[in-house]
């Protein structure tokens, strides 16, 4: 019996090729067909199909005349401008003549709470070979956070004074100045390579500040939570201008900024401070 069935589906399959060997004949260049059986139906179809060809170095060129890429990385183009959309995340410090201040300051920061996050509309821009410019705009958002929660910042209008002083009468939780900017940076990057290359570039930043406040949250002497919100201008510099330093591969980046103006106004009786920021870019 299973011998029987072997022969027949053996049998089966040569007369499926046969049939297909007769009536099927397949072309590389051209196929024809008809519809409705007859020559005289009206519905006998004829047509060329072309070879598809496809060419990895045309959809490339493709790409980079539209100046867009399929895939996440930080593309440089050959020629014109790449827009994106980049989120900046880093962290905050200030140098006081030159260096960090001394842990015996009461304005001596906690670099690990004193973040900062960006959303920059950044563009890079071919000039000449390697030669880029990476500029954009975006908005920024600082927490300076103190490292001695004890500490509340004070402004003495009268005296035109940023005082920093240690309240021993609370136990601190959270004591921190907050500032938002637009920003503009220019950076003249060097791009080594297509897509995936690496690139450093050096450059100069400028901001507005668009507002500031302190914060400072504490138990009181019989246990109960408090927040103080202080929104103020705090005589921080309505304007900050440094220089910037940036590098990175494929679609990850690292930025540096120093400002070279200062923290607070030069009339302002307060510590003589120039920020700095250190993170990624997104």
Known sequence: MLLLVVLSTSLAKAQNE???????????????????????????????????????????????ENNWRDDLDRYYPRKGTQSFVNIYVGLNNYLQDGDLPSSDALFTLNPLTSWYAALNFDHATRI???????????????????????????????????????RMDRVGKKSKINMMHLNVHLVPT?????????????????????????????????????????????YINPFKYGMRA???????????????????EEEANAPRLNPVTFGVIF
């Open 18 to 64: 046969a049939y297909l060997d007769q009536d099927l004949k397949v072309e590389s260049k051209t196929s024809a067909f008809k519809l409705g059986g007859t020559e005289n139906s009206g519905w006998d179809f004829t047509k060329s199909v072309p070879e598809a060809k496809y060419s990895s170095k045309a959809l490339e060129a493709t790409l980079e």
């Open 128 to 166: 000449l070979g390697p030669l880029y410019l990476d500029w954009g705009i975006g908005a920024s958002i600082q927490d300076l956070s103190f490292e001695n929660t004890r500490v509340e910042m004070i402004v003495d209008r009268t005296n035109k004074s940023v005082d920093f002083v240690e």
């Open 190 to 234: 060097f791009s080594f390579g297509k897509y995936n290359s690496f690139r450093i570039g050096a450059g100069v930043y400028a901001g507005y500040r668009i507002s500031s406040h302190t914060k400072y949250k504490y138990d009181d002497l019989t246990g109960d939570s408090q927040k103080d919100k202080f929104k103020d201008s705090l």
């Open 246 to 264: 940036q590098m990175g591969w494929s679609s990850f980046d690292l930025f540096f900024n120093y400002d070279i103006s200062e923290l607070f």
